[in-house]
Each structure stands twice: as C-alpha cells, then as structure tokens.
C-alpha cells in the first residue's frame, strides 16, 4: 500500500477559501509536480473505503491548491471508475470555453474537503462544459465534461475564485429552481 501523503486541508474558516487565486507560469518545478500527484494520491485513497477507514479520511474526488494553501489556479480531480482504477485530471489556469444550458444539481447534495459539517441544499450547475487549460508540463488541452465531472469541475474552479459550494445555496430557499434543473 502507498503511503499517504501528508496533505493539509484548510478548513471552510480559513480566509485564504474566499481568496482568488493566481495564474500559474510555467515551467512548474518539481515539487510543484510532486504536490499535484500527491494530491491525486490522497483522493484516490480517500475514495478507497478500507484506507479512508484507517487514516479517518473523508472520501474526496476534487482538490484545489487553495485548500491545501497554495494560492495558485490548479486543481485535480479522481474519477473512480469502480474497478480499481482511476482517471486523472490535471487542470490548470482553466477557462470554460462552452457549456450547456442544462442545469443540473447533486441529489444529495455537494460535499468538499474544506465543509466538515452537513449541508442542506442545492448548487445548480452546468450539465456539460467544454474547458481549455494546461497540464503539469505546459501543454494546453481542451475537453469537454459532463454530469459528475462536469459537477466536480466547476466545483474546484469556484474553489480558484474564492467561492465554496455553501456560498452558491440560498440560505432563505435551499432548494430554489429545483424543479429547472435534472437531479443527478
């Protein structure tokens, strides 16, 4: 078994969450790098229920560099794909280039590393998105997400803006415009 890396997350208290973060410039340097697929690392073996169950971590399928306290526009993601493997995404200086009309909302509700408590409502989103940024070499991409990711993709961006999923519910009407958007 890995070892798990020794991630920090900054809890929804923390000033540096409701900052903006910066553009990277490339080259990144090698401990840059290192902290991506560190973080990669932690997700995945959040997501694992037996390592989560030793080390008492939450189940994560995002994290932005904020929330660990680097100021800087990156974020991962971890898709679980149920079988033991993962697809990684490493997104850096995003922008959305399209997105859908389609509103969608997590039925459950979202959830983020940094909230350490329930929260009732709903966060509408986009159901598909296409998204220019770069990878940990430089290298720019597009690609186009839907549904979960799409989700956990404009997720982190916030996170890059200095907004938490909490801020976008209406504390007076958690469940507005439910009945505009799919659940999912």
Not at 50 to 74: H, N, T, V, W
Not at 129 to 151: H, L, N, Q, S, T
Request: net charge negative; proline share 3%.
């Amino acid at each position: 078994m890995k070892k798990l890396p020794n991630i920090k997350i900054l809890d929804e208290s923390d000033k540096r969450l409701h900052q903006k973060s910066e553009p990277v410039i490339f080259p990144l340097d090698e401990e840059t790098k290192q902290t991506i697929y560190d973080c990669l690392d932690y997700l995945e073996m959040s997501q694992d229920e037996e390592i989560a169950e030793k080390y008492d971590l939450r189940a994560g399928m995002g994290l932005s560099f904020c929330q660990i306290g680097i100021m800087k526009r990156i974020f991962v993601v971890s898709e679980d794909f149920g079988d033991g493997t993962f697809g990684r995404y490493i997104v850096i200086n995003p922008k959305i280039i399209s997105h859908s009309e389609e509103l969608i909302y997590v039925g459950e509700g979202e959830g983020c590393l940094s909230v350490n408590r329930a929260t009732e409502g709903i966060v509408p989103r986009y159901a598909r998105m296409k998204i220019k940024a770069y990878d940990e070499f430089g290298e720019e991409f597009e690609i186009r997400v839907r549904e979960d990711i799409a989700v956990a993709f404009q997720h982190e961006m916030d996170h890059l803006d200095g907004i938490l999923f909490t801020d976008k519910i209406d504390n007076k009407n958690p469940y507005k415009d439910k009945n505009k958007m799919r659940e999912i």
